[in-house]
């Protein structure tokens, strides 16, 4: 386990359906990250949380909203999604956003299907 | 711009032999890498990193090796084993991208017993 947890594992959703992802960190890390990967593709970083504030939006759309309520918590509300949306969403902590060498401890992912 | 590479989307070797992964890289200015391996159903896990101001670096059975000259960068894999299969993903950060880890489209490694 890489002290990252991510719920659901997997979710089905309908293009009007509203679902929220979570994810938690064991880690004592301060900063957090939503990552996309979708096949073929590189990972995408979404959104980056440093000390519960948000530090990044990686030109997501507004469909896609981030709460980071504590260093420890990360959701990702998802409402009118598009079957384009479907996807790995990977979690993602590190100690601080600030460094240059942060490693990265990812969770196992949601694998979403929007129908 | 930006970006990271890999050479061969998919390598097969027979398992206890070496296993060398490659990357390629754009930005010179790139100072911190790091390799990730990705089994199925998992997400990336950890597997060694390094600073640019170092050309090798050895872990156990991982050795990854820098060449900023020609800006590659390799994972080698001593004596695969099946648990080795997966994805593996190199990744780079830089001033320029505020430090935010540019991935690669990563290499799927295959262990034939």
């Known amino acids: 386990e890489t002290g990252v947890t991510q719920t659901p594992r997997h979710l089905v959703m309908g293009m009007t359906n509203k679902k929220s992802l979570k994810c938690e960190q064991h880690l004592g890390h301060n900063a957090m990250y939503w990552y996309k990967q979708s096949a073929k593709k590189p990972l995408e970083l979404m959104f980056v949380y440093n000390f519960k504030e948000q530090t990044e939006n990686n030109s997501v759309p507004s469909r896609f909203s981030p709460e980071c309520p504590n260093s420890s918590h990360l959701f990702l509300h998802l409402h009118t999604l598009q079957p384009e949306d479907s996807a790995l969403y990977l979690c993602?902590?590190?100690?601080?956003?600030?460094?240059?060498?942060?490693?990265?401890?990812f969770g196992s992912g949601t694998q979403l299907s929007v129908l | 711009g930006e970006s990271v590479g890999l050479h061969l989307p998919t390598l097969s070797v027979q398992e206890g032999d070496n296993s060398i992964i490659n990357c390629a890289y754009s930005?010179?200015?790139?100072?911190?890498f790091i390799w990730y391996k990705q089994e199925s159903g998992k997400g990336p896990q950890f597997i060694i990193d390094?600073?640019?101001?170092?050309d090798k670096r050895q872990g156990q059975r991982v050795t990854v090796l820098l060449n900023k000259t020609v800006k590659h960068l390799s994972l080698q894999i001593a004596a695969t084993q099946p648990g080795d299969s997966a994805v593996y993903f190199c990744a780079e950060n830089n001033k320029d991208s505020s430090y935010k880890l540019i991935f690669g489209s990563g290499t799927r490694l295959l262990v034939r017993p």
């Open positions: 993602a902590s590190s100690q601080g956003w600030d460094r240059a060498s942060e490693k990265l401890f």
């Open positions: 930005n010179s200015a790139s100072d911190y």
């Open positions: 390094i600073r640019s101001n170092m």
